[in-house]
């Protein structure tokens, strides 16, 4: 099992930043993606921001140059990261980190980020 903890996010005026953390505990060996997600309210979630198979990240296109996820595998913290630049209104959602482990994939407790126009 592995457990996602996340923090940040809160209410920020359009054009600001925020920044959110996912940390990961439990089974934490062999977690071989880790990544952001979002949900505003009457729609279905989306990816935000997530590493591929060949190394890179893919960002959805809505966040490409703003949004920016890192990842701390020092000392076994296995924290993600997603920086967030020039945030707009459309950016208010729910977001959620996941972790891959095995073909199983974990969820965090989801942060609400609103953006304020």
């Known amino acids: 099992q592995v457990q996602l903890v996340q923090s940040g996010g809160g209410l920020v005026q359009a054009g600001g930043s925020l920044r959110l953390s996912c940390a990961a505990s439990?089974?934490?060996?062999?977690?071989?993606?880790m990544g952001w997600y979002r949900q505003a309210p009457g729609k279905q979630r989306e990816l935000v921001a997530t590493?591929?198979?060949?190394?890179?990240?893919?960002?959805a296109d809505s966040v490409k140059g703003r949004f920016t996820i890192s990842r701390d595998n020092a000392n076994a913290k296995n924290t993600v990261y997603l920086q967030m630049n020039s945030l707009k209104p459309e950016d208010t959602a729910v977001y959620y980190c996941?972790?891959?482990?095995?073909?199983?994939?974990?969820w965090g407790q989801g942060t609400q980020v609103t953006v304020s126009s």
């Open positions: 996941s972790a891959t482990r095995f073909g199983v994939n974990y």
């Open positions: 439990g089974s934490i060996t062999s977690i071989n993606a």
């Open positions: 590493p591929t198979s060949g190394g890179r990240i893919n960002y």
